[in-house]
C-alpha cells in the first residue's frame, strides 16, 4: 500500500507570496491532520480534515488555511508569507482521525526569503 | 502553538546499552498517547502507542510506561542499536481530532 506523500518537497518563496502545499493520503484513509515543524516551536497542530470537514484547528492565524477534496486528498495554503513561515509542513492519515494510528508523509520544507 | 518545550534534549548511549527517553504531557484528560521516531529528513514514524487505561505497553524491543499521576510517559529502547538514532517525539491525543507533540529528544547510539 502506498505511503503518505506529499508535493512539493521543496519550495521557496518570497515573503508576502502564497503557497498551496498537497497531500494525498493512504488509501482508504479519510482523516489528513496538518502539522508545521520548525527547530524553535518544534511539531505543531494546524487543522484535521475528515471527510471534507474541518473539526479541529490549532491556534495559527487566519492566513493559514486548508481543505479537502472528495478524494481525501488535502491542500494547506498560506497567503501572505512571512519569515516565520519558513518549516517543515508534514501532514498524516488515519482512518478515523485524531492520534490513532497517523501515517506521516515526508514533509514539504518550505524556505521563505 | 501548543507544543512543549523549545530546546531538544539528547540522550547519548553506548551501542547495546538500554535507554530511556521521557516525557511530561499536559493535558491529564489525554486519552491515549504515541511515541514517534523522527530520522532526518523523514516525517515522524510511528514506534508504539498506550491507552490511558494502561500503564505498561511493549513491543519489539520498546517499552512505553504511562504514569498518569504525574503526566509522565516515558520510551524504553532494549540493546539500542545505531539504526535508533533519531529524534524522538511523545505525541498526545487531546480530544477533537487534535494532537499535541512533545518537544523531542535526539537520540546518539555510539558504536
Known amino acids: 500500500k502506498a505511503g503518505v506523500t506529499q508535493t512539493p518537497r521543496y519550495l521557496i518563496k518570497t515573503r508576502g507570496q502564497q503557497v498551496t502545499l498537497s497531500c494525498s493520503p493512504i488509501?482508504?484513509?479519510?482523516?489528513v491532520s496538518w502539522y508545521q515543524q520548525t527547530p524553535g516551536q518544534g511539531l505543531q497542530f494546524l487543522f484535521e480534515?475528515?471527510?471534507?470537514?474541518?473539526?479541529n484547528k490549532g491556534n495559527f492565524p487566519g492566513r493559514f488555511s486548508g481543505r479537502q477534496f472528495s478524494n481525501s486528498r488535502s491542500e494547506m495554503n498560506v497567503s501572505t508569507l512571512e519569515l516565520g513561515d519558513s518549516a517543515l509542513y508534514l501532514c498524516a492519515s488515519s482512518l478515523t482521525g485524531g492520534a490513532y494510528e497517523q501515517y506521516f508523509g515526508p514533509g514539504t520544507r518550505l524556505t521563505v526569503t | 502553538g501548543e507544543s512543549v518545550g523549545l530546546h531538544l534534549p539528547t540522550l547519548s548511549v553506548q551501542e547495546g546499552d538500554n535507554s530511556i527517553i521521557n516525557c511530561a504531557y499536559s493535558n491529564s484528560a489525554s486519552d491515549y498517547f504515541i511515541w514517534y521516531k523522527q530520522e532526518s529528513g523523514k516525517g515522524p514514524q510511528f514506534i508504539i502507542d498506550?491507552?490511558?487505561?494502561?500503564d505498561k505497553r511493549q513491543g519489539q524491543r520498546v517499552t512505553v510506561l504511562l504514569n498518569k499521576t504525574v503526566k509522565h510517559l516515558s520510551l524504553q529502547i532494549a540493546a539500542t542499536q545505531p539504526g535508533d538514532s533519531a529524534v524522538y517525539f511523545c505525541a498526545e491525543n487531546t480530544g477533537g481530532f487534535k494532537t499535541i507533540f512533545g518537544a523531542g529528544t535526539r537520540l546518539f547510539v555510539k558504536a
Open positions: 488509501s482508504g484513509h479519510r482523516s
Open positions: 480534515y475528515f471527510s471534507e470537514t474541518q473539526r
Open positions: 498506550i491507552r490511558s487505561n494502561m
